[in-house]
Every structure is written in C-alpha cells, then in structure tokens.
Nanobody, 115 residues
Framework: QVPLVESGGGLVQAGGSLRLSCVTS????????MGWYRQPPGKQRELVAT???????TYADSVKDRFTISRDNAKNTVYLRMNSLKPEDTAVYYC?????????WGQGTQVTVSS
C-alpha cells in the first residue's frame, strides 16, 4: 500500500476558496497519474481533475476554469486549488495515485460549501 494523506478540506462559503493537498510517501514520479475524485452526498464518486506524470492536466467540465491541479515534486505533493466554490462542490474529496495496474486512494477529506 502507498499511503496518500489528504488535507485542506473544511467549511467555506459559496464563492470562497480552498486548497487540498495530497502527500505520498514515495516520489510522485513513480505514478502514471495522480488526481482528485469526489463523492457528493448520496452520489457516486466522480472525476475532478488528474495530472499525468508528464504534466498534462484533465478537468471535469463542472470544475474547469475554477479548479487547478498542480504538484510540488520536491514535497511529493499534489494540490487542488478550488476557487469560486459552489454548494454543489460539497463532497468528500479523494486523492488518487495510479501505478498501473493499481489504483491507490487516500482516506478522503470533507469539503462543505454553504450557500
């Protein structure tokens, strides 16, 4: 198991910002892809954003132009900057690390956006 530790969640008002962090014990370059998924209350887990080893990002349409995924190689950390948050962004956010063929998941961090 590769531990992934998320942090940065919390309660924020609509229009506010948060930055999530995901730290891995190993080099992030050992993973083919790292990213973020979320699970809103009563719904299935869904893609938020991913970042390939080569640095190519992908975003869900619902978060484009509001969220930014980035990484700090020296800190083995992937970030998700979330701006202009909406109540519908409320969810548990999970960090994902893909080392083909295995997916590793963090424990999740709660993000709640109040209207």
């Amino acid at each position: 198991q590769v531990p992934l530790v998320e942090s940065g969640g919390g309660l924020v008002q609509a229009g506010g910002s948060l930055r999530l962090s995901c730290v891995t014990s190993g080099s992030i370059f050992s993973f083919n892809v790292m990213g973020w998924y979320r699970q809103p209350p009563g719904k299935q887990r869904e893609l938020v954003a991913t970042l390939t080893r080569g640095g190519t990002p992908t975003y869900a349409d619902s978060v484009k132009d509001r969220f930014t995924i980035s990484r700090d190689n020296a800190k083995n950390t992937v970030y998700l900057r979330m701006n202009s948050l909406k109540p519908e962004d409320t969810a548990v956010y999970y960090c994902l690390a893909v080392q083909i063929p295995t997916n590793y998941w963090g424990q999740g961090t709660q993000v709640t956006v109040s209207s």
